[in-house]
């Protein structure tokens, strides 16, 4: 893969975004005119109680909904203003997905359930499989190329999904809960990893956590609050609870 000082700067911009659903006729207002700049290489936390629109945020961040009103600026243009295929190519090649649970097939082993992106985005089957095994190594699982889902551990299937998230060489990392579903061992060797990969590739990272003593690691911190986040700073020896 690419070393960091060779891939495009990335800076994301939300403006004025507000996010809300009808439902029985009753308007539910999720986000509300929120606002903030992601720089290249921010590590960022977000916290917050449940349901108050963490997720819902990191999916029109990522593309995969769309906001209400208001605009999500990549490098000054606005991506919703791209549609179809345009809008789900920028996305498989700027932007890569962790979530609690990994989302892998199972009938298919480590390497070709990482092929998928490069195969989406054009590469021939052999280049695939490269990219797959490369970014594979990169999270130390050179051992389990050929491995399926079944065989492998909890902390190892969440290996397999940052090793598809990251075979592209994405950009922005968006992370959802991605240790939530692992033992505190394994939680933390993944955070480490997620760290690891920000610092060492220039990935900016964004990480929704209901953990504090993960979120609190990062060097920006946000809560979200009646559709709008607040920058905070998580105080020490408040305890490793959920939020």
Known sequence: MSDAASLPSIRVTLRNLSKRYEKGGITIKVLEQLSMEIEQGDQIAIVGASGVGKSTLLH??????????????????????????????????????????????PGFSAAENVMIPPIIGGLDMARARRRAEEALRSVGLGARLHHQPGELSGGEQQRVAIARAIVMEPRLLLADEPTGNLDHHTGEAIHHLLLELNQTRGITLVLVTHNIDLARRLPRQLRMSDGHLFETRLAVGTGGGDV
Do not use: S
């Not at 605009?71 to 203003?81: A, I, T, Y």
């Not at 295929?85 to 700027?94: E, M, P």
């Open 60 to 105: 029109i961040l990522g593309t995969l909904d769309h906001p209400t009103e208001g605009e999500v600026l990549f490098n000054g243009e606005d991506v919703f203003k791209k549609e179809g295929r345009a809008l789900a190519a920028f996305r498989n090649a700027t932007i890569g997905f962790v979530f609690q649970f990994h989302h892998l097939l």
